[in-house]
């Protein structure tokens, strides 16, 4: 499954260092994006335990994924087969802690360089079935509205950007990572940010 992130905006001369995602002329940048941003929460919320990066378009690895007329999914493409935001939110009740318990908590780790973002608690049905991750007190914003929360999850995917990262719903709470004891807070991680 895919989704597109936006237009990459550079933080140098050479496409290794990613500043932002931003949308086409006229567009929010993708984080400040509402519906967008519920989608992206939503797609690592089913995906927890699965792997996923962030890719350039025509790149070997992204179309690697694309074999004959087949390819996956994409959220938010106009092709058929495609799912749109409308479709891929439908139900879906973010932050919504009612009658669900914590099963763990979400982390993003990029298994190339050891970085790592706190997703929050992990919610959902059962044990490995993720309905959402939460970083507030219950009762308190969905991450997708939570403007630190979400614009820390843009960045991370910008400055990781080509890496591998795992997503996952552990046990304890990371430690160091980016929003908990030992990292910087989600404040401090996008202060100064133009994404
Ligand atoms: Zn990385």
């Known amino acids: 499954m895919t989704l597109p992130l936006g237009i990459a905006v550079r933080a140098s001369s050479t496409w290794e260092k990613l500043s932002h995602y931003r949308g086409g002329a006229g567009m929010p940048r993708s984080s400040q994006d509402r519906e967008e ?3 992206l929460w939503r797609l690592l919320a089913t995906h927890s335990g699965h792997r996923i990066a962030a890719l350039y378009e025509d ?4 179309n690697a994924l694309y074999v004959g007329d087949g390819g996956p999914d994409m959220i938010g493409g106009d092709a058929d087969g495609d799912i749109t935001f409308e479709r891929f939110l439908d139900g879906w009740r973010e932050g919504d802690v ?3 318990s914590p099963i763990g908590h979400g982390v993003l780790r990029c298994l190339e360089d050891g970085g790592q973002l706190w997703l929050g608690a992990a919610y959902g049905p059962g044990p490995g079935e993720v ?3 939460h970083v507030a007190a219950p009762g308190g914003p969905g991450n997708s509205t939570d403007d630190p ?3 820390s999850l843009w960045r991370f995917l910008a400055e990781h950007v080509m890496h591998e990262l795992s997503v996952d ?3 304890a709470t990371p430690t160091a990572a980016i929003g908990t004891d030992g990292g910087p807070s989600f404040d401090d991680y996008v202060c100064g940010w133009p994404g």
């Open 37 to 39: 941003s519920a989608v």
């Open 59 to 62: 790149t070997s690895r992204l």
């Open 98 to 100: 009612a009658g669900l």
């Open 131 to 133: 309905s959402f991750f």
């Open 149 to 151: 929360v979400n614009r």
């Open 169 to 171: 719903a552990v046990p």
